[in-house]
């Protein structure tokens, strides 16, 4: 508790009181608060923080909001995306917002709702959902996720069902007084067979600095299929924390795309578990790094079932005094022979000041492997910028066509028309 | 191909340096304190500068923790039970030529593989051998003398020429750098020494081979090559030892300057006693490998065959300061049995446009343990800064492991740095293109290997390659299967 206290992360443990909750629920808040307290801050001698430092985020003074807030309805229809048809489903600092979601009836075999309407309804399957994706594999701020859960949304896709309308969870964070500190918790599960989108959307309201510690625990069983896009658009005085924990079944297939364009300090942290044969993997990412941001990236994939297939594909942009750290590691266990994981990371620098630190690792213990990894940085071919330029275009816009046309590689994954439209002229705008 | 009794045979094939020569040494008895390292220090008659600075990297090793990152494993190392200081008796007075060395120590060379009056006249190579902590003979003195190339034991180099020695070491490797730098820089009992002159091309190729022989001595060499303004140098090390049942612990140190526009080539083939099938014994090989590209246009370039030790833990790296210059790091490395190997490079670019390349392929077969360890970094100031990597890793049964480490660092937006890793194993299309030409199992996978590795291979001296090829064959005999 000392080092929680001492680094002001203490206010960050008052969390909304959500009405009565079991005891497994206490014990596992205090079994996280627990090993909080034998574990230190995370430091820069420690591998995965290695270029990340806390101090800015400790700064601020983060606090978790003690009473409930609902923005006004103008200011949440100025974040919806014109023309992105959804099922839409909106926290407000951690907490479903039941009367800010849509309200269309979904197939009966899709159950959704939040953490205590799932509580009232199936507690012994929530006891049994609630952190397995996790196994023990928690970072510190997952940790302080759960030390401090009280609510979030559990999204559960019955047997063989196929969702057409993608669904899509929008994260807000906004506090009144002080700057505020939401600890959503997301929970996913596709029974076998299940298909269905899932936009993760996350956005600011406001100018004041927000602090947003997300943990997501996506689970696939047999033969499911997941398009997860996660898209973190906040504003530039964002703090922005989220670990996402996937677990595969033999046979399904998880594709994730990550665009990261808004936060001063972005920290992802991605955790596949391959635990079934012939599961699929594919990881893209985007992230656009301006002046002051600082977008943090790391991969944790392990291979631990044979014949598994992995993906990782990530591409920087980085300008001003722009920061990325993209640390990435495969690992293939002794078991999971005849895998093919490929990892790619591409960064294209724009100015003098930026910096970008790329690890991309692999941990080999099984012999009938394709593994394979890339990494770049570079700038602009100045042949391509003369190209564009011989033809009229002026400067700055030929390196915007450039940059935009290194970005549609990954934003071309995106499914929806509007919001790959939506993603490119924000982009265009942090390009100036 | 797992379990094929074809190669059984030879997976137990024996370690074929394993012998002792017996020759009474001059050592110290185990334990390390401030009158152990002024003992070593008077013994050798060194000036009071140096002795002052082992006591200075002594009191500052006593403050360090032993380093626990590297992926391997080995129990914990008791330093108050290592020697110190081990010298052939016979040599106190030191010989004058080949006729005043004991015929035991010969003998070893010959067994070896490297008769020293034979090399003399055929090879045309100068020979600065080690046989544990001091230098035995030295050959071809003459020719290089002429030429102005001072090539002597460190030890001779204090007393003969200390000022030059002041100057550079330490220069590149701090005492303050790691754990066994520092611990060598207290205790360093020999090691080699070499000064190019302004413009000269050294005329011939240096080497030096190392052999740790008394059981139970630890060794820690001490290398300093200094290659002054538009001079250029290729310098050989190659290691074999005795076969013994205690780890023998090896922390050397090697430092390099290149001032303006010269070059050193430094090449290692590196075969220390790997340990027995279950892992018992063998080499713990820690090494401290630095280059200071100091001048503007100079180059280093690290080349290495690692196939020995029980455990080897070194990244010879690059310092690029002056502008244009340029490293490079090619290396095979070999783990079969229980060895574990975490071995890389650094090219840390200063000056602008600095160039390097790497190059490492690893296999790994048994349960051997390999990884990958790598630090590119574009500073600042290092404009037009330029960095291939190319990382590949040979998988050779199923219980061995191969990791890749890279860590990529650009604060420069004109560097341009690629990095690219594999790791897979030997193809059955590859494997069956072979054997349907007639070539038995074990050829094939030798042959696609020796593939494998060319890149590096290339960068070898002649006598070198030839001899790393051999090695490499030997090295995977039995392995496969």
Request: hydrophobic content about 40%; glycine content about 8%.
């Amino acid at each position: 508790m000392n080092a929680l206290l001492d680094a002001g992360l203490a206010p960050w443990l008052r969390a909304i009181d959500p009405g009565p909750i079991p005891a497994w629920w206490q014990e596992r808040r205090r079994r996280a608060l627990e090993s909080l307290q034998t574990r230190p801050l995370p430091h820069s001698k420690e591998e995965s923080w290695r270029y990340t430092s806390l101090n800015a985020l400790l700064d601020q003074g983060f606090t978790a909001p003690v009473q409930p807030f609902t923005p006004p309805p103008a200011e949440l229809d100025a974040l919806l995306i014109p023309g992105l048809d959804t099922h839409r489903l909106v926290l407000v600092n951690g907490c479903f917002a039941p009367e800010l979601s849509s309200s269309t009836p979904l197939p009966e075999a899709v159950r959704i709702g939040g953490l205590s309407n799932w509580l009232a309804d199936d507690p012994d399957l929530l006891e049994d959902w609630l952190g397995t994706a996790i196994d023990g594999k928690a970072a510190f701020f997952t940790l302080l996720n759960e030390a401090t859960l009280a609510d979030g949304l559990a999204i559960w896709v019955g047997r063989g069902l196929v969702i057409e309308q993608p669904l899509e969870v929008i994260h807000i964070c906004s506090g009144q007084a002080e700057p505020p500190v939401a600890q959503p918790r997301l929970l996913v599960h596709l029974e076998a067979g299940a298909q269905t989108t899932l936009i993760e959307r996350y956005v600011g309201l406001g100018k004041t600095p927000t602090c947003t510690n997300a943990v997501i625990e996506v689970s696939l069983a047999r033969d499911a299929v997941l398009r997860h896009e996660r898209i973190q658009t906040e504003s530039n005085q964002a703090f922005h924390l989220s670990g996402l924990y996937l677990v595969q079944d033999p046979g399904s297939r998880y594709q994730g795309i990550q665009i990261g364009l808004g936060g001063r300090w972005a920290r992802t942290e991605l955790n596949v578990r391959l635990q079934g044969p012939h599961a699929e993997c594919l990881l893209s990412g985007l992230y656009v790094a301006g002046d002051g941001q600082l977008l943090d990236y790391h991969l944790d994939i392990e291979h631990r079932a044979p014949a598994c297939r992995s993906l990782e594909h990530f591409k920087g942009i980085l300008s001003g005094r722009g920061r990325a750290v993209f640390d990435g590691r495969v690992l293939v266990a002794r078991a999971a022979q005849k895998s093919d994981a490929t990892m790619t990371n591409r960064n294209l620098m724009l100015s003098e000041e930026a910096e970008v630190d790329a690890k991309p690792q692999l941990e080999i213990n099984a012999d009938d492997v394709q593994c394979s990894h890339g990494t770049t940085v570079g700038q602009i071919e100045p042949e391509l910028l003369f190209y564009l330029r011989a033809r009229g275009i002026e400067a700055r816009l030929a390196r915007r066509i450039l940059c935009l046309g290194f970005a549609s590689e990954i934003i071309d994954q995106i499914a929806d028309e509007s919001l790959r439209g939506h993603l490119n002229s924000v982009i265009g705008q942090r390009l100036g | 191909m797992s379990g094929s009794p074809a190669f059984e045979g030879i997976v137990k094939s024996d370690y074929e340096h394993g012998f002792v020569t017996e020759i009474e040494s001059d050592t110290l008895p185990p334990g390390l304190n401030e009158e152990v390292i002024r003992t070593i220090s008077r013994r050798k008659a060194e000036p009071e500068f140096m002795t002052e600075y082992r006591l200075k990297a002594y009191r500052h090793w006593l403050s360090m923790q032993e380093p626990r990152w590297a992926f391997v494993d080995h129990p914990p190392i008791d330093f108050q039970a290592i020697s110190y200081y081990s010298a052939p008796k016979h040599l106190k007075e030191g010989p004058k030529s080949l006729d005043e060395i004991d015929p035991a120590l010969l003998e070893t060379y010959n067994k070896l593989g490297i008769p020293l009056e034979e090399q003399k006249v055929l090879a045309g190579i100068a020979v600065d051998a080690v046989f544990d902590s001091v230098s035995v003979a030295t050959t071809f003195r003459e020719t290089l003398a002429q030429a102005g190339v001072i090539f002597c034991s460190i030890s001779e180099a204090l007393r003969t020429y200390p000022d030059l020695v002041r100057q550079y070491l330490g220069s590149v490797v701090p005492y303050t750098d790691n754990f066994y730098a520092c611990l060598n820089a207290a205790v360093f009992s020999d090691g080699t020494f070499v000064y190019i002159p302004k413009g000269v091309r050294c005329p011939l190729e240096l080497s030096t081979y190392f052999r740790i022989n008394a059981r139970n001595t630890g060794q820690f060499e001490r290398t300093l090559i200094i290659a002054d303004v538009g001079s250029y140098v290729s310098y050989l090390e190659g290691c074999t030892a005795p076969q013994s049942d205690e780890n023998q612990l090896h922390a050397a140190v090697v430092e390099l300057i290149a001032l303006d526009d010269a070059e050193i080539k430094y090449s290692t083939v590196q075969n220390w006693y790997p340990g027995d099938a279950e892992g018992r014994g063998g080499i713990y090989n820690f090494v401290t490998k630095r280059g200071d590209c100091r001048g503007a246009r100079s180059k280093i370039s690290w080349t290495q065959v690692e196939t020995g030790s029980a455990i080897t833990w070194k990244y010879p790296s690059c310092i690029l300061r002056g502008e244009g210059s340029v490293g490079a790091f090619y290396s095979v490395a070999v783990t079969k049995g229980r060895q574990q190997a975490d071995t890389g490079t650094k090219m840390i670019h200063l000056g602008r446009h600095t160039r390097s390349t790497i190059v490492s392929k690893g296999i790994s077969t048994g349960w051997g343990r390999q990884t990958y360890r790598g630090l590119v970094r574009v500073a600042q100031r290092a404009q037009g800064a330029r960095n291939h990597t190319q990382c590949d890793s040979l998988l050779i049964g199923d219980r061995c492991s191969a990791n890749t480490v890279p860590y990529i660092e650009v604060k420069n937006p004109t560097a341009r740095v690629e990095h690219e890793a594999t790791t897979s194993k030997i193809s059955e299309d590859q494997l069956f293109y072979c054997r349907a030409r007639g070539l038995n199992a074990e050829d094939a996978v030798s042959m696609i290997v020796n593939g494998f590795c060319k890149e590096v291979f290339n960068e070898l001296p002649m006598e070198f390659a030839v001899e790393a090829q051999k090695l490499l064959s030997i090295s995977l005999e039995g392995a496969i299967g």
